[in-house]
């Protein structure tokens, strides 16, 4: 198993394994750089958080594609 099919595969279960750490470390990067380039606006309800991510997934799709 590559690195990279470790950390898409991992679930937490293994925490034993080698690279447990790097896939944790990668998540916290991840997670951080997600909050300062993508900030949730406050007190949403799951819906709204729903919607919101959805509608920016989608926007950057159609920027991406628009830039083609």
């Not at 944790?24 to 949403?44: F, I, K």
Request: with cysteine; charged share 20%; net charge negative.
């Amino acid at each position: 198993m590559t690195p990279h099919d470790f950390i898409a595969k991992w679930d937490g279960a293994d925490e034993t394994h080698p690279l447990a750490g790097l896939a944790v470390m990668l998540g916290n990067l991840v997670s951080a750089w997600e909050h300062t380039h993508y900030p949730m606006p406050p007190e949403m309800s799951g819906v709204e958080v729903l919607r919101f991510r959805c509608t920016d997934w989608l926007v950057c799709r159609l920027a991406q594609a628009a830039a083609r």
